[in-house]
Structure formats: C-alpha cells, structure tokens
C-alpha cells in the first residue's frame, strides 16, 4: 500500500491564480513575483512578496507563505505559525491549505493530532477535487482511522482519485475489485484498474497484477486486458 505524501511543494501548491477572483491586482501581482523569487531560489524576495500578499488578504498569500514558515525557507522555521496562516487561507476557501491542514492534523505536526479535524480538512479538499486527499480518506475509511471503517465510502473515495489519475489510488481501487471489499468481486476491473500502476512501474501493483493473471483464465485475462486498454486511455496518465 502506498504512504500518504507530505505537504505540497511550493510552487506545485497553487492550484490556480484564477480561482481567486476577488484578488487585487497588486496581491496577484506579488504571489506572482513571489513564486519567480522562489524558482531562482530568491527565498527572502519570496518571503517579502508572499507576506505581502497575505497582508492584504490573499488566500494564496497566505498559502505560500505558510509554505515558507513550514520549510524554514526565507524565515526561520515555524511550524505553529505555519498552520496558523494555512488556517487563515483554508477559512478562506483555499484548496491546498485545506489538504495541508488535513496532513498535520492527522500526525500532530504543528497542531494537537486529532483525527476528527484531520478529517475535516481532508473531505473538504477532497470535495473541491483534491486527488491526494480523496486518496487519503480513501485510506482512512478502508484502515478505520479516525473514523468508521467503510469499504463502502473507501471505494467512493479511491475511485475519485482513480479516474483523475493517481497511481496510488488506481491500485488500491483495483485490490477492493480483488477482495469483494466495498464493491462486487470482480477480478477483471482488479485487472484493469492496477494494470495502470503496474505499466507505470510501481513495484506492488506489478506483483498485484501478476497475482491476478493467475487467476483469471485466458477468457478472462483478454476481457481484462480489453478493459484495460480502455481504463488507460480514459485515466491513464501520461507516462
């Protein structure tokens, strides 16, 4: 099974610029500038421009800021302060800080651990399209933690993510086919849903894949292949 990633990289966690469309131009302006400064490795220009950006109120100002006092980068490292700001942004309707917020609840980094929150945060970026974190509730409902196990609400989530392309959520998905676990057992979608993974490389999924070829009968590995070959070109990604 796959580990859940860690906080969003920097310039990776702006989602959009456009989604903010109440931003003034000047707070675009500096989370703009901020996240040049960052690529050049300018991390004190990127902390002025980004806490200027949050002064006036940005979401994503404060964001990238938040980013900063997590990573230590341009300021010194501060992870209370940290969660403050991605707080602020997420209060704000910001999608990454609320998948970031749903990370450090569940471990207690930055925050008291409550798996309540954590969840929280999580179902809310999930809703918003958030492919990680629909892969993390996927992983929280099917382990039971922090809330009611659910194979149910597992499968619900880790197809999200599936169909939007993560690897991580393609094998996962294909194992609940595999184990009759919150959907019918149905070794040819198991088939079809891990052989994304598996063509990409990832180490389980190809031991998972060869697990089912071995179960299948040869009728049943050409409808598996079939349905494969159609998974890959509707979610596959690009490899």
Request: glycine letters at 10%; proline letters at 3%; charged letters at 20%.
């Amino acid at each position: 099974m796959t580990m859940m990633t860690g906080l969003r990289a920097l310039a990776a966690a702006v989602v959009t610029l456009g989604v903010a469309a109440a931003m003034s131009f000047s707070a675009n302006a500096a989370v703009n500038d901020g996240i040049t400064a960052y690529g050049k490795g300018d991390y004190a220009t990127a902390f002025k421009e980004f806490s200027a950006a949050a002064n006036a109120g940005d979401a994503a100002g404060k964001h990238m800021l938040a980013s900063l006092y997590y990573t230590g980068q341009g300021v010194g490292k501060d992870v209370k302060k940290a969660a403050a700001l991605f707080t602020e942004a997420a209060d704000a309707g910001y999608t990454p800080s609320m998948a970031n917020l749903g990370l450090m609840y569940s471990k207690g980094d930055g925050v008291p651990q409550d798996l309540q929150r954590a969840q929280h945060y999580a179902t809310l970026a999930a809703e918003k399209g958030d492919v990680q974190s629909q892969f993390n509730l996927g992983q929280a409902y099917r382990k039971g933690a922090g809330v009611p196990q659910s194979h149910e609400k597992a499968a619900h989530w880790y197809r999200k993510a599936a169909e939007a392309g993560s690897l991580a959520a393609q094998n996962e998905y294909g194992l609940l086919f595999a184990q009759g676990h919150g959907v019918p057992q149905d070794y040819v979608q198991a088939f079809a849903w891990i052989d994304m993974p598996a063509s990409a490389g990832e180490p389980q999924a190809i031991k998972n894949r060869a697990q089912l070829l071995s179960i299948l009968d040869a009728k049943g590995q050409a409808a598996a292949r079939k349905l494969a070959a159609e998974y890959a070109a509707k979610y596959g990604k690009p490899r």
